[in-house]
């Protein structure tokens, strides 16, 4: 079974830098879509990032791009979310997430099937 653990979470002021990171154990992340998920208090999850299995395809929430970029190892089984120009509505729990579906599919709907961490929050507030 695959295991995922977030970390770099934290509060951080409007306008700062975050990088979010994401350990991978017990299976082979190369197989794998991957990519963040996030929940604000009230709110559904929405796919933030994703990229795919060989690096070459990624999506983005439209509210993200521009400012977000993610990346992974699969060496390292690490994937990472470079999180710049902060606002508040960026608050929210993120979750690393690794599927079996492509880029698209994995960041449109948050399928339970998938491999979910437990969550690293990011709050964004002066």
């Known amino acids: 079974q695959l295991q995922l653990v977030e970390s770099g979470g934290g509060l951080v002021q409007p306008g700062g830098s975050l990088r979010l990171s994401c350990a991978a154990s017990?299976?082979?992340?190369?197989?794998?879509?991957m990519g963040w998920f996030r929940q604000a208090p009230g709110r559904e999850r929405e796919g933030v990032a994703c990229i795919s299995s060989d690096d070459a395809d990624t999506y983005y929430l439209d509210s993200v791009k521009g400012r977000f970029t993610v990346s992974r190892d699969n060496a390292k089984k690490e994937l990472y979310l470079q999180m710049n120009s902060l606002k508040p509505e960026d608050t929210a729990v993120y979750y690393c997430?690794?599927?079996?579906?492509?880029?698209?599919?994995?960041?449109?709907?948050?399928?339970?099937?998938?491999?979910w961490g437990q969550g690293t929050q990011v709050t964004v507030s002066s």
């Open positions: 017990g299976g082979t992340v190369s197989r794998y879509a």
């Open positions: 997430v690794a599927s079996g579906f492509t880029v698209q599919a994995m960041c449109a709907t948050p399928y339970d099937d998938d491999y």
